[in-house]
């Protein structure tokens, strides 16, 4: 058997059925007001519960103080700021995360430049498999 085109494995009747994360705690850090609900309800569909979305850094500082999650998914930028201070406390606590940016400008520091990440516009599979990959 060759393996899937996607990252869903197929269920009866041939429909794809997508992952199961019930119960994984999503930290989402998203400024935009469509992707936001967006990427909630993807995460929401795979079993999800969403931490947020934070729309500013003072919002996703406070929910990574004071929230427990599994897995972050930032957006780079955020209302003119960049992500990145973030980025080395969720690094302390050892929590991975996935970057996200709409911009085609990836720069940024060298200790974050191989972390996984993920242009937008992204789909549910593209979330599906960026959330398996860093919770396996």
Not at 45 to 65: K, T, W
Not at 109 to 118: F, H, T, Y
């Amino acid at each position: 058997m060759s393996s899937p085109d996607s990252f869903t494995e197929a269920a009866k009747d041939g429909v794809p059925m997508m992952a199961d994360f019930t119960g994984r705690r999503i930290l989402l850090v998203e400024d935009s007001p469509v992707v936001g609900p967006f990427t909630a309800d993807l995460l929401n569909d795979l079993g999800c519960e969403v931490v947020g979305p934070a729309p500013n850094m003072s919002a996703a500082r406070e929910l990574a103080d004071g929230e427990r999650f599994d897995a972050a998914i930032l957006d780079v930028h955020i209302r003119g700021e960049r992500i990145f201070p973030l980025l080395d406390l969720l690094d302390e606590r050892g929590v991975p995360f996935l970057l996200t940016s709409g911009y085609a400008d990836w720069s940024m520091p060298d200790q974050w430049a191989e972390r996984p990440r993920l242009q937008k516009p992204y789909t549910v599979g593209d979330i599906e498999q960026a959330l398996g990959y860093l919770l396996d």
